[in-house]
């Protein structure tokens, strides 16, 4: 455990047209322990394929990030932005579960997409999409068939801290962990930066999720944004914005925390190149943070 990993998303983009065959060769350029394997919308019909190719790589790869998209077939509704103006639907039950039934069938390719892969945890955004968590209680409740798909196969599908637009993520988070007795989350420092929320986690009401392992894996990131800066999204490498680290990592190993890290910063410039000094930096700092609290 405690392996730092980098994000697939950080060296392939739309700038390298997500070419996952580069991932074989930027991979020399990195100095972190593995990947977090990113599944993006525009691979799914090849995912297999894909996979299978990137295994081929020999490349240590134990945790996925499934379809970003795939907490918006949980909600049961619609939303969208239509000439400035705010529109929803809400579903028919029918609707929902047709709705439902795509998004597990997308869910099961990603599953497939990990198990070729040798993947062991798959991180979900359970909300997103402009519909977020405005209708968690369904979300919360399709979960469990997605979280039972993966236990079968032995993956641990964790939760994210995915940013929202109508509670917050702790309080999400703490929602999801009163249903689910055993379901894990994934921390992110810049979505929690975004609410304000990145040393909260160690606060009544939500420190039981650290006091009860329930942060089983971390994404190290910066935000230099204000709250809920919806115009400034942009992930920052460590120390470039005002993510409080030294707080974070000093408290989050003084609970035990003995799981990975993933870095998430995109470094690829416009023309395509990729800036590994700035990512080996991060894993850079993220080992000295573990030298000095990690046990």
């Avoid at 597990?104 to 945890?121: D, Y």
């Avoid at 068939?145 to 509670?167: P, S, Y």
């Avoid at 999204?233 to 000093?250: E, N, S, W």
Wanted: glycine share 8%; aromatic share 12%; hydrophobic share 40%.
């Amino acid at each position: 455990m405690k392996k730092i990993l980098c994000s697939s998303g950080a060296v392939l983009g739309r700038y390298n047209n997500n070419n996952y065959r580069l991932l074989k060769e930027f991979a020399e350029n990195l100095s972190c322990d593995g990947f977090e394997f990113m599944i993006d919308r525009n691979m799914v019909s090849e995912i297999e394929e894909i996979a299978e190719t990137v295994k081929s790589y020999g490349l240590y790869i134990p945790v996925i990030h499934a379809n970003k998209n795939l907490g918006e077939y949980l909600c049961g509704m619609t939303a969208s932005f239509d000439d400035g103006a705010y529109k929803e639907y809400i579903m028919t039950l029918s609707e929902e579960q047709e709705l439902f039934e795509k998004g597990t069938e997308l869910f099961k390719l990603n599953l497939k997409a990990a198990s070729i892969l040798g993947a062991r945890k798959i991180v979900l955004h359970m909300w997103n999409g402009i519909a977020s968590d405005k209708r968690l209680e369904n979300n919360i409740m399709r979960f469990g068939v997605w979280k039972d798909l993966a236990a079968k196969e032995g993956m641990d599908l964790l939760v994210e801290n995915v940013i929202c637009n109508q509670n917050d993520p702790l309080t999400n988070m703490n929602s999801v962990a009163d249903a689910y007795s055993d379901v894990g989350f994934v921390y992110d420092t810049k979505m929690a930066e975004f609410h304000a929320q990145t040393l909260k986690l160690f606060d009544e009401p939500y420190v039981k999720l650290v006091k009860e392992g329930r942060i089983r894996h971390l994404h190290i990131n910066d935000y230099g944004g204000g709250f809920k800066d919806w115009s400034n999204m942009k992930i920052l490498p460590m120390g470039a914005g005002h993510v409080d680290f030294d707080t974070f990592f000093r408290k989050i190993f003084e609970f035990g925390y003995d799981g990975d890290f993933t870095v998430e910063t995109n470094v690829i410039a416009e023309d395509g190149t990729v800036n590994f000094d700035t990512l080996n930096g991060c894993f850079d700092k993220i080992k000295e943070y573990m030298k000095k609290y990690g046990k």
